[in-house]
């Protein structure tokens, strides 16, 4: 399975390069014959690990799970597969590729946020807060704006489940949330996503008792008070 990862963050690496390369001078016509076939295969190693498959048995036998302490490794690849050239995520070859690491990428989030897996969970927005706010730079060339926004409708939930005791992750995603807020295209669908993203968030400051609460009941500092502060 290392090898394989090695291999795989090689290709991906490789074929960036060239695919880069591709955009500013003429490649000769062998080498753009072979990139698309050679990142689509990388693209789809890394979805299918992603899945939970890290080696496909085929006819020889049984396949091999992907191991919850390779998850990192692979997620990894996967921010480094989101990072190639934007060209590769619209042509036909590599464009259906692409679209199914993004897929695969939504569900690891989605899987990681729900079930609560705290080390999954710091792995992603390890991806996320790379990928993202040079997404909203770029002007989401890469991912569609509306998957996107679906990242980001969780970032409330984990913050609330990390509180104080990981200042690092929860840095992170506070200035992530901030660089998507600040290249918000006008109307697209993470206008509405980070107004709820703000009204859920506000407890986290600040409490408020409730309306009906007892006079006695009083409002007080949220968990990030419990912040270090820089």
Same mark, same amino acid.
């Given at each position: ?59 020889? @036998?049984? #396949?091999?799970?992907?191991? $919850?302490? /390779?998850?990192?490794? !692979?997620?990894?690849?996967? +921010?480094?597969?989101? =990072? *190639? ?53 770029? @002007?989401? #060339?890469?991912?569609?704006? $509306?998957? /996107?926004?679906?990242? !980001?409708?969780?970032?409330? +939930?984990?913050?609330? =489940? *990390? ?68």
């Amino acid at each position: 399975m290392s090898l394989n990862f090695e291999t795989c963050r090689f290709l991906v690496s490789a074929s960036s390069s060239v695919a880069s390369a591709a955009l500013v001078r003429e490649l000769p016509p062998g080498t753009m014959e072979a990139l698309p076939h050679v990142l689509s295969r990388a693209l789809q190693y890394i979805a299918s690990a992603l899945r939970g498959v890290a080696l496909d048995g085929g006819s020889m @036998g049984d #396949a091999e799970e992907t191991r $919850e302490e /390779a998850f990192g490794d !692979v997620l990894g690849m996967a +921010r480094d597969a989101l =990072s *190639l050239p934007a060209w590769c995520f619209s042509a036909g070859y590599t464009g259906t590729a692409c679209t199914d690491i993004v897929a695969a990428v939504t569900e690891t989030w989605n899987d990681a946020v729900s079930s609560q897996d705290g080390e999954r969970v710091t792995h992603c927005v390890s991806l996320l807060t790379t990928v993202l706010p040079e997404e909203a730079r770029q @002007g989401y #060339a890469r991912i569609p704006i $509306e998957t /996107a926004a679906s990242w !980001v409708r969780h970032i409330p +939930r984990v913050l609330w =489940s *990390l509180k104080h005791e990981n200042p690092r992750a929860s840095q992170q995603l506070l200035s992530l949330l901030h660089d998507v807020a600040a290249r918000n295209p006008p109307g697209s669908p993470l206008a509405d996503v980070l107004s709820q993203c703000e009204s859920e968030m506000a407890v986290l400051f600040y409490m408020v008792p409730p309306a009906g609460s007892p006079e006695s009941a009083k409002s007080r500092p949220g968990p990030f008070a419990r912040l270090p502060f820089a």
